[in-house]
């Protein structure tokens, strides 16, 4: 009986917080910079990697829901609370991340890239180091001949939560900006230092994104 307790405690917990998210993300005033890239890209029917860093996730993650994505979470406790929240956005779900389950991941978010899903990536996801992007987004990219595009994200008012990435939470109706990138194609033939310089590249132009997603 105690463990039916918890089990229904827990679901009515998952509610509430699915509920407060989708409320809180509703009243958010969203400017969108640079939006003609992601557009054209539905237009031709391209499908694509979108790379954002892990503590301004949220936003990016409500955007996209419902536009056939993939997602990669990490399989920690947090990860499943994301999971179940991406899962209620029509996110296609993949568990792993680049400790543990990260290879059969990766491979597995590669095949639905080639099966016409876009895919969502947290680059520095899901212990850092902060703003340090992992190679994850552009080997997708490389191995299934799809675009990468960056996006750097800001609101207006925010609250910073104690975890290692300062994980950021908008107030209510506060006003948010999103800036894409021009998408990155990253040719399959690169050698291991050239894909290296492309991530290296991809890192200082999201940072660059993000930071001027601050100016609101």
Not at 145 to 159: C, D, M, N, S, T
Request: charged letters at 25%; hydrophobic letters at 40%; proline letters at 3%.
């Amino acid at each position: 009986m105690k463990k039916v307790k918890q089990n229904i405690l827990r679901l009515l917990g998952n509610l509430s917080l699915k509920w407060a998210i989708n409320l809180l993300c509703k009243t958010l005033k969203v400017e969108k910079l640079n939006k003609e890239v992601i557009d054209k890209l539905k237009e031709q029917n391209q499908n694509y990697v979108l790379a954002f860093w892990h503590s301004t996730m949220l936003l990016p993650w409500y955007v996209h829901r419902n536009e056939n994505f993939a997602a990669l979470t990490s399989l920690s406790k947090d990860g499943d609370l994301l999971a179940r929240q991406l899962k209620s956005w029509n996110y296609k779900v993949v568990r792993g991340s680049s400790s543990k389950g990260g290879d059969v991941a990766l491979g597995i978010m590669v095949d639905l890239a080639k099966s016409k899903y876009s895919v969502a990536i947290t680059p520095d996801g899901p212990k850092g180091p902060v703003r340090k992007f992992k190679a994850g987004a552009v080997i997708t990219a490389k191995k299934s001949g799809i675009p990468v595009v960056l996006a750097g994200v800001g609101f207006q008012k925010k609250r910073k939560l104690k975890s290692w990435d300062s994980f950021e939470v908008p107030k209510f109706f506060s006003r948010a900006k999103i800036v894409y990138s021009e998408p990155l194609f990253v040719n399959s033939s690169l050698s291991y230092e050239e894909t290296s310089e492309i991530i290296k590249k991809c890192e200082q132009i999201l940072n660059e994104l993000q930071d001027s997603a601050l100016n609101l």
